[in-house]
């Protein structure tokens, strides 16, 4: 369990504070809540008092509401993390500068674990310069920023100053607290889904994957603290916090997102089933059947994505390849793509056997690399992806040469 301070500043999303320490609490964390004195005017002490069971923070010295109070030091000292949400333009300006008149300031400067923020506020006051400047000033000094999202604002206004949902804001604490896993610092490229090829503009050559497989890979990764980015091709599951997302729907898409991130990743995991052929002309419109009693669609290849950068990859690059292959002899076949392709690792699964693979959410894989092949048991996709991702980490440190 860990220990969370919640400073909570006076805007109107103040209420919403509420919100973010019931789930908090529900996912284990001991809250204690620093009010500013403008907070107060939004919401009661005694609602948060309440609800965490502990006498709210406000002045620097305490008692203003018949408490005791906190010294900042001690508060500093027992704490894992300080998330300040909702962080009003002027409590970010407070802040930046160091500011330590009140509890919520002189606690910021003393404490020195992982600082959350979430801004709230009207969104030009979000733009101007001077609210600019103090977002990249914390950002400098480490302090980590969740939203603000855009949308309807408290004016009526639409645009960048919502403050993020709860959700999103203890996501971003449960992140933070995580502990660095094998994955920090390093940057993971998957791709996921499969891509869907126009042969006019509602009909199109796809595939059946779902793209389950990819997600829990990213996820896999992200747990061990990679900085994950997902190019999706047509997947209709639920997107996680912390994960970035580019869609590209087509293979020539897909091929180009690969080729814009795969430079900066570190690993890439290929999971994505990319179309071998397209139609060599795609048709404005919709095609009309009255037109012809048959009709054929030529097909042209494709380019082979993964061949491609592999090609191109710098040293310490780990790839991941997949490999669907249907029947027994499909192991030696994947074998024979990774030698083709150079690619460090192919995943591979046996689709004749339709219990695991598209769309279930098991699998049964088999984990080929250089020195032979891991064949693991039937498994939630998910335990299979923390599988896949360990393998690929075990290259990652392995030593140069
Ligand atoms: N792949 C790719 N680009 C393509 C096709 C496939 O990058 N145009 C990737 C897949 O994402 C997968 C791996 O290559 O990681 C193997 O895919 P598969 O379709 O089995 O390989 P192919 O080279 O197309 O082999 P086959 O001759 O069996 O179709």
């Not at 920023?145 to 804001?169: K, N, S, Y």
């Not at 610092?185 to 199109?204: C, F, K, N, Q």
């Not at 059947?289 to 491609?308: F, M, P």
Request: hydrophobic share 45%; glycine share 10%.
């Amino acid at each position: 369990m860990s220990t969370v301070l919640l400073g909570v500043s006076g805007g109107i999303a103040a209420y919403k504070a509420v919100d973010v320490l019931r789930l908090l609490q529900r996912d284990g964390h001991d809250t204690t809540v620093i009010m500013t004195r403008s907070a107060r005017r939004f919401v009661g002490p005694a609602t948060f008092a309440g609800l965490s069971g502990r006498p709210v923070g406000g002045s620097a010295f305490g008692g203003d509401d018949g408490n005791p109070g906190y010294d900042h030091l001690d508060l500093a000292r027992s704490a894992d993390l300080l998330l300040v949400a909702p962080a009003t333009a002027n409590t970010i300006a407070r802040l930046a500068a160091g500011f330590a008149d009140d509890l919520l300031g002189s606690t910021f400067l003393a404490f020195e674990g992982p600082v959350l923020v979430a801004p709230a506020m009207n969104t030009s006051m979000f733009e101007h310069p001077a609210t600019v400047a103090n977002v990249a000033v914390l950002r400098e000094r480490g302090v980590l920023m969740v939203g603000p999202d855009r949308g309807l604002l408290a004016d009526g206004a639409v645009g960048a100053g919502r403050l993020a949902t709860p959700e999103a804001i203890v996501a971003a604490v449960t992140a933070a607290l995580a502990p660095a896993g094998a994955l920090a610092g390093r940057r993971v490229l998957v791709t996921a889904g499969g891509t869907r090829e126009p042969i006019d503009s509602v009909r199109y050559v796809g595939n059946r994957s779902s793209g389950k497989m990819g997600w829990a890979i990213a996820g896999a990764a992200r747990r061990l603290g990679a900085a994950v980015t997902v190019v999706s091709a047509n997947v209709a599951l639920p997107r996680s916090e912390g994960i970035t997302y580019i869609d590209a729907p087509t293979a020539a898409e897909l091929a180009d997102a690969v080729r814009d991130e795969f430079a900066s990743a570190d690993v890439l995991f290929m999971a994505a089933a990319v179309a071998d052929y397209r139609p060599r002309q795609r048709t404005d419109g919709k095609l009309d059947k009255s037109a012809a009693d048959e009709l054929s669609v030529a097909l042209e290849r494709t380019e082979d994505v993964l061949g491609a950068v592999a090609a191109d990859r710098r040293p310490g690059q780990v790839l991941v390849g997949f490999a669907a292959e249907h029947g027994p002899a499909g192991v030696e076949r994947a074998a024979e793509k990774r030698r083709r392709k150079h690619v460090d690792l192919i995943v591979h699964n046996d689709i004749s056997d339709s219990s695991i693979g598209f769309g279930a959410d098991q699998n049964r894989v088999s984990i080929i690399g250089e020195h032979g092949v891991d064949e693991l048991p039937t498994m939630p996709k998910d335990a299979c992806a923390a599988r896949i991702v360990d393998a690929a980490v075990a290259l990652l440190d392995e030593p140069a040469g």
